[in-house]
């Protein structure tokens, strides 16, 4: 027996019908629409903090610019899980788009 041949593909579940790869699809087209979307938010919001003096209660520097990064990702994706502002829903509608195009 060629050892090759034995080596069993690991990623992703198996799908077997059309319908189950169709489905598998569409959840990483809104996972990707989503993360998108959470990205999209959190740069906006680090944005709005540039130029504004650091609090004095956290005292700024590296600590302060890399806890206030953190911040802006977690509210990005809280944002996005509360149905964020309808990007996810464009984007995954684009991508069907482009799935069904290619």
Do not use: N
């Not at 899980?81 to 069907?96: F, N, P, Q, R």
Request: a negative charge; hydrophobic letters at 35%; charged letters at 20%.
């Amino acid at each position: 027996m060629d050892p090759i041949s034995s080596i069993q593909p690991t990623t992703g579940p198996k799908l077997q019908t059309h319908g189950e790869m169709q489905a598998h699809r569409q959840a990483q087209a809104r996972e990707t629409a989503e993360t998108f979307e959470a990205m999209f938010l959190s740069t906006m919001l680090s944005s709005m903090k540039m130029g504004i003096d650091p609090d004095s209660v956290m005292g700024g520097g590296h600590g302060e610019a890399a806890y206030q990064s953190m911040v802006a990702e977690q509210y990005g994706k809280a944002m996005t899980e509360m149905g964020g502002i309808g990007i996810a829903d464009a984007i995954y509608k684009e991508i069907l788009k482009a799935q069904e195009a290619g």
